[in-house]
């Protein structure tokens, strides 16, 4: 099958075109035919090695774990699932590729394009497992650091959908898109503990770092403690007393079938961003490690 793999550590341009074998469903997998795979800023952070400490990889190595498709194995006990059904979720396998095999996958609502469904696993499960871990309940006021990316406009909606109220940093050509999301934005960098108490006198009850960027210490004085700040990306959480979660500690693959349910009442989406063909992953993870990407940028498979 075609695949994009990188044979060494380091840039885009170690990313390339090959042909492989074809994973198949063990016990408890499906395989699927991607018609498109998810990029996410993990596959950069893999393939550029600086990840390797924690998740050592055999090389040669096809990245990807987001992606959509059509159900075309299914193995022994696996029941509520049939070939031809479309499906999108975690590749267990490598998600470049033109085949997949999964064992956690929700069904692709009809309404939601290929490109949608293939965009969703990785940001749905990472925010509804930060958002259950903050304890994020109807009537709190929510702060998302990095509202405008993939996890951060996910996060909000949901906790927007669970009652929340949601106030988010964003670069400021992001804040009308993010007003229409119910999210009330402001920007982030110098200045971040007043610009928050100017939109919410009332105090902030969590606060969800989704960008990473060295803003704890404003998050912890916003909310009055580390206890109340979580974040998924940031490296310093531990010097700062902070909690950071990682899939690692276990998933939160319950998320496939919130992010369905809200999408299928109209209370969720997340816009593709950009479309790329399987062979252009290094231009698309050049754009995703650019740090600004607003929606998703997704490789069409097939
Ligand atoms: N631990 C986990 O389980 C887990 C799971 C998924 C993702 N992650 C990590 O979470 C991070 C976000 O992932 P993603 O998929 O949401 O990325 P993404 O879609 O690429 O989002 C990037 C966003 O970051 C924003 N941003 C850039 N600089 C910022 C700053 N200084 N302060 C606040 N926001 C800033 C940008 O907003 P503007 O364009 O408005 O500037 C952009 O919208 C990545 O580091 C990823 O690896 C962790």
Redesign the pocket.
């Known amino acids: 099958m075609r695949a994009v793999q990188f044979a060494e550590y380091g840039g885009p341009e170690v990313l390339q075109p090959v042909e492989v074998p074809e994973p198949h469903a063990g016990p408890g997998q499906i395989r699927v035919a991607v018609r498109a795979a998810g990029v ?3 596959d950069w ?1 893999v393939r550029s090695g600086a990840m390797r400490r924690m998740m050592p990889l055999t090389l040669p190595a096809i990245p990807g774990i987001d992606v959509a498709g059509v159900v075309d194995e299914v193995g022994a006990g696996v029941t509520g699932v049939g070939v031809g059904d479309e499906v999108f979720g975690f590749a267990t396998s490598d998600g470049y590729a033109e085949y997949a095999v999964l064992e956690h996958f929700a069904a692709k609502p009809p309404k939601m394009s290929w490109e949608e469904a293939a965009g969703l696993p ?2 749905a ?2 925010a509804v ?2 958002l259950d871990l903050l304890g994020v309940r109807e009537g709190d006021i929510v702060l998302v ?10 996060a909000a909606q949901i906790a927007h959908a669970r009652g929340a109220t949601v106030l988010g ?6 804040h009308d898109y993010l007003r229409a999301l119910g999210v009330t934005p402001t920007s ?2 110098p200045g971040l503990v007043d610009r928050v108490r100017d939109i919410s006198p009332d105090g902030v009850d969590e606060a969800l ?7 704890l210490p404003d998050l912890i004085e916003i909310t009055g403690t580390p206890d109340k700040v979580l ?3 940031d490296p310093d959480a531990q010097q700062h007393g902070v909690r ?5 500690q276990g ?1 939160s693959y319950q998320a496939l079938d919130e992010a369905v349910r809200l999408f299928e009442r109209g209370e969720f989406k997340l816009p593709v ?1 950009q479309t790329f063909n399987l062979d252009q992953a290094a231009e698309a993870q050049e754009i ?1 490690q650019s ?7 997704v490789l069409r498979v097939a």
């Open positions: 996410n800023p993990m952070k990785v940001v499960e990472a497992r930060s650091n990095g509202v405008s990316g993939g996890v951060g406009q996910t940093t964003a670069g400021p050509a992001n982030y960098g770092d989704v960008a990473g960027k060295g803003a974040t998924i990306a950071m979660t990682s899939g690692a998933r961003a995703s740090g600004h990407v607003h929606g998703k940028l």
